[in-house]
């Protein structure tokens, strides 16, 4: 069964400072990937996705992610945190031969210090 | 434009009532999810809708009886819950499986409270 882990449960940066979002996966095929962020109380919104080529993607409010196949993960990364980036990020995989039917990870908080 | 749309925002019911969440896009997706998410975890799928016919049931209890009006509707009719029910419910919208990838997109949500 395929399984996503985010190691990191809070992180806490500076305003400014960069960031990094950890994402592994187990899957026999490289599945599709996503990054999704949720503000308190609101829905899952799409950051960015990967189905194939370029292994470096980029997505909406500055982020980009990279997908590793040797490491089998898929980090999210932002170069200067902004204060309204506080929120949930769900890294999230689908099997390439089932389209989208997806498998959330257990989610990173993320806080952003003034 | 990626918008899924649901109502109520936010529900207070007794367990002994019967109310609906629902749904809308007009994305022209014809796969529909309903998902249900507690505090601090993931999303947890229910039920998903494909061409208007019910393809996968998460083993949900059957006080949640999901219904899909037309290609654009989703609804999640709701009786007897129990306050372990309370929770942020989440709907999805996105191609159908065996087009190749797709992407789910998600609306707000309803906050809904048994008590």
């Known amino acids: 069964a395929q399984s996503v882990t985010q190691p990191d449960i809070h992180i806490t940066v500076s305003e400014g400072a960069s960031l990094e979002l950890r994402c592994n996966y187990s899957y026999g095929a490289t599945p599709y990937l996503f990054w999704y962020v949720q503000s308190p109380g609101q829905g899952l919104q799409l950051l960015l996705k990967y189905f194939s080529g370029d292994t470096l993607v980029q997505g909406i409010k500055g982020f980009e992610a990279e997908f590793k196949r040797s490491q089998s993960s898929f980090n999210l990364r932002k170069p200067s945190v902004h204060w309204s980036d506080a929120a949930e990020y769900f890294c999230a995989v689908a099997p390439n031969n089932a389209g989208n039917m997806l498998t959330f990870g257990g989610g990173t908080r993320l806080m952003v210090k003034p | 434009d990626t918008e899924v749309i649901q109502t109520p925002k936010h529900l207070v019911m007794g367990m002994t009532n019967k109310k609906s969440l629902k749904c809308e896009q007009h994305?022209?997706?014809?796969?529909m999810y309903w998902y249900k998410q507690k505090a601090k975890k993931p999303p947890e799928l229910m039920f998903v809708?494909?061409?208007?016919?019910?393809?996968i049931n998460e083993s949900v209890p059957s006080r949640f009886s999901p219904e899909c009006p037309n290609s654009s509707l989703l609804n999640l009719h709701l009786h007897a819950l129990q306050p372990e029910d309370s929770a942020l419910y989440l709907c999805?919208?996105?191609?159908?499986?065996?087009?190749?990838?797709?992407?789910?997109?998600f609306g707000p949500g309803t906050r809904l409270t048994v008590l």
């Open positions: 994305m022209g997706h014809r796969a």
């Open positions: 999805a919208s996105s191609h159908p499986p065996g087009g190749g990838p797709d992407t789910q997109y």
């Open positions: 809708y494909s061409y208007e016919k019910l393809s």
